[in-house]
Structures are given as structure tokens and as C-alpha cells.
């Protein structure tokens, strides 16, 4: 079945939260849904109250879809990334309807309650020359990360594709560094100097930047700032 559609382009431009949540500056990104896809920018690193992105995203808007759905989070090192902000968003009749581009300030909810945890800027434009019909499925940005969250990419990833059915061995267990002899020196000493961190903490730490001294002792001293 062929559907007509038109390419949608949104800007997201910046944000103004109401509160930096947390004992430090938050690295805000968004995450945005259009219909059956979803899309992420990239991480605003100590961007706080006031982040800003500049991120163009393009995508196919199939018919009858008028509304986008918006996700502020913040980017955490060692525990699931945190929601901050939310909101539903209408497209601008102009921008449908007439092509026009139109930039705005959408509310955004949170913690704070409906409508009161700021406000994000977007840019829409919108049109169908070039792409009057789409054939195939939609295509969805799935974000995948790695352990505390560390690496976060996305790739496109058909909807509509079935697991394979061929056997695939698995992976041999990688040997985690903290179970080598020389590791076990280094995290008593790192432990010595964090008394007040707890161990399994440290050995983590440990672990996640592969067994090297400095970078584990650099995280944990961000961790305790």
C-alpha cells in the first residue's frame, strides 16, 4: 500500500528549564517522537537550565499525523538517565497546510507539574515535492547504550524486520579486570584514597574504564564533587 507523505524538518534549537536537577550541572539531550519513529540529539554537556543543540532532524510525516511528542533527559555516568522534561507539541496549521517555516516556544511538563518546567524552542517547515509517496515501512531510530549509559548511539532499524533464526554462538565470557593480581593492588589503594566510597562502587568504576588507575580515580572524583 502506498501512503502519500510529506518531509517534515524540525529544528531543535535550545530550552529553558525551571531547576538544574542534581548535585551538578545536567547534560541535557531530547529525544523526540514522529509518528512511529524516534529521534535523539546529541548531548548538551553542561548545558544545565539553558541547553542548546542546534539539531536538524528531517523525517517522512505520514498522513494524519499533526502532533510531535518531545523528552528532555539528563545524560548519566552511572545510573539510568534521568526524565526531566516532556511535552506534547502541535504542528503549526501554517507549516501543513501552507509550507510555511514557523519558529516557536512550546511549554514542556515535569516535576514541576503540567506546563511548568519550561519551555523548548523548535523550528518547523514542512513539504511533499519531491516525495509525493513511500512504499516501504517506516524506519525507527532506536537508541542502544552500553552499561551506566556511556556510549549512547542509534541507528535506523527497520520496524517491520524479524529476528534471524540462525544459531549464533555466544560470546566467551570477557575476563572483567578487576579478577587480575595486579588489579586487586591498585583497587586497595584506590580504596584508601575514597574511604567513603563503597567498594563494589569503586570495582565498578574499575571495571567500566577497563582497569585503568587514573581514569577510574578522575571518574570517582567527579563522582564526589
Not at 535523539?40 to 543543540?53: D, F, L, Q, Y
Not at 539539531?55 to 510531535?68: A, D, E, F, S
Amino acid at each position: 500500500m502506498q501512503m502519500q507523505i510529506g518531509r517534515l524538518s524540525i529544528t531543535i534549537v535550545q530550552a529553558k528549564l525551571v531547576k538544574n536537577y542534581g548535585m551538578i550541572r545536567m547534560d541535557p539531550y531530547v529525544r523526540m517522537r514522529v509518528g512511529h519513529a524516534v529521534y535523539e540529539t546529541h548531548t548538551c554537556s553542561n548545558g544545565a537550565k539553558n541547553p542548546h543543540w542546534n539539531k536538524v532532524i528531517q523525517c517522512y510525516l505520514p498522513p494524519g499525523v499533526t502532533q510531535i511528542y518531545i523528552e528532555i533527559y539528563d545524560e548519566c555516568s552511572f545510573v539510568m538517565d534521568e526524565l526531566i522534561a516532556w511535552g506534547h507539541v502541535d504542528i503549526p496549521p501554517q507549516v501543513l497546510q501552507k509550507g510555511e517555516t514557523r519558529e516557536d516556544w512550546y511549554m514542556l511538563s515535569g516535576k514541576q507539574g503540567a506546563n511548568q518546567e519550561g519551555m523548548i524552542n523548535l523550528v518547523f517547515s514542512y513539504t511533499t515535492k519531491g516525495h509525493p509517496y513511500m512504499s516501504v515501512p517506516p524506519v525507527m531510530m532506536v537508541p542502544s547504550s552500553t552499561m551506566f549509559g556511556i556510549g549512547r548511539q542509534h541507528a535506523p532499524v527497520n520496524v517491520y524486520a524479524a529476528p534471524s533464526t540462525a544459531a549464533i554462538p555466544p560470546p566467551p565470557p570477557p575476563v572483567m579486570p578487576s579478577s587480575t593480581p595486579n588489579a586487586e593492588v591498585e583497587l586497595k589503594q584506590i580504596s584508601e584514597m575514597f574511604p567513603n566510597v563503597d567498594k563494589e562502587v569503586i570495582k565498578s568504576v574499575y571495571d567500566v574504564n577497563q582497569g585503568k588507575k587514573d581514569a577510574t580515580i578522575n571518574s570517582l572524583l567527579q563522582m564526589c564533587e
